[in-house]
Antibody, heavy 113, light 110 residues
Framework: QVQLQESGPGLVKPSGTLSLTCAVSGGSISSSNWWSWVRQPPGKGLEWIGEIYHSGSTNYNPSLKSRVTISINKSKNQFSLKLNSVTAADTAVYYC??????WGQGTLVTVSS | QAVVTQEPSLTVSPGGTVTLTCDSSTGAVTSGHYPYWFQQKPGQAPRTLIYHTSNKHSWTPARFSGSLLGGKAALILSGAQPEDEAEYYCLLSYSGAGRVFGGGTKLTVL
């Protein structure tokens, strides 16, 4: 069974860059069609951030597109999220998922000085 | 960007049947939106129940099913159990415009 684990700083300063990595175990990152990031602000609903296909092509939420980069590292069996120019509105639990089959446990990222 | 609408809250009696729906601001939901349904309990990550309208994962309880009803995606729960009390989210895909989650339905089993 595929397992996903998010990692990265839990605190980011305003105007900084949020960087998270999702480590994939129990299977090859090349085995899924795409890999996605989803976030959930405290007490609110889910928001799709974007996804990367095993070909390397990406698809982003239009509202975040100018600030988001998703990349994949097949040699390390992981994929990553970068979100720049963050504000308090980017405070959320960030989840990674493979084609929406399996999900990571999520990691809380707080944007604060 | 499209807006996806779900009932904010629903209540079902134990053993009862309830239908959750997922509506799109762009028009009728079709199989081409590849509807997904997720269950999320407090403090937990979402769990995928249904993908591509009506397909179940191996872990999806048989009492859950997905379909298209009246221009919307639907999640039908037949024979509700106390452990089904949770937040349910749908997700629709829009060609060339990404994916959009619904606002979620808080399901109470009471």
């Amino acid at each position: 069974q595929v397992q996903l684990q998010e990692s990265g700083p839990g605190l980011v300063k305003p105007s900084g860059t949020l960087s998270l990595t999702c480590a994939v175990s129990g299977g090859s990152i090349s085995s899924s069609n795409w890999w996605s990031w989803v976030r959930q602000p405290p007490g609110k609903g889910l928001e799709w951030i974007g996804e990367i296909y095993h070909s390397g092509s990406t698809n982003y939420n239009p509202s975040l597109k100018s600030r988001v980069t998703i990349s994949i590292n097949k040699s390390k069996n992981q994929f990553s999220l970068k979100l720049n120019s963050v504000t308090a509105a980017d405070t959320a639990v960030y989840y990674c998922t493979n084609s929406f089959d399996y999900w990571g446990q999520g990691t809380l990222v707080t944007v604060s000085s | 960007q499209a807006v996806v609408t779900q009932e904010p809250s629903l209540t079902v009696s134990p053993g009862g049947t309830v239908t959750l729906t997922c509506d799109s601001s762009t028009g009728a939901v079709t199989s081409g939106h590849y509807p997904y349904w997720f269950q999320q309990k407090p403090g937990q990550a979402p769990r995928t129940l249904i993908y591509h309208t009506s397909n179940k994962h191996s872990w999806t309880p048989a009492r859950f099913s997905g379909s298209l009803l009246g221009g919307k995606a639907a999640l039908i729960l037949s024979g509700a159990q106390p452990e089904d009390e949770a937040e349910y989210y749908c997700l629709l895909s829009y060609s060339g415009a990404g994916r959009v989650f619904g606002g979620g339905t808080k399901l109470t089993v009471l």
